[in-house]
């Protein structure tokens, strides 16, 4: 019992951690209009990625996995759109 509590505590705030650290890219991204410095290659598997983590979120029913996956992906796509861009 306690262990579902905490389990899903500890997927949130993971979900939290990782969804945030893409902001600081993102806002820097938005300001400079740079991704000079951005593998293009490595954003498309990683968009990717995250894709299929929130596909696997929804199949499973799990709203951490979900919701992280969601905004990342928005983050994700945002750098990629700029990257192609701004190439």
Known sequence: MIFDFLSKYIGFFAAFCTTVAFLP???????????????????????????????????????????????TLILSIFILIYKIKFK
């Open 25 to 71: 890219q993102a806002l820097k991204v938005y300001q400079t209009k740079s991704t000079k410095d951005i593998s293009l290659s490595m954003f498309i598997i990683f968009t990717v990625g995250v894709f299929s983590w929130l596909i696997y979120g929804i199949y499973i029913s799990d709203l951490p996995i979900i919701l992280a996956n969601s905004i």
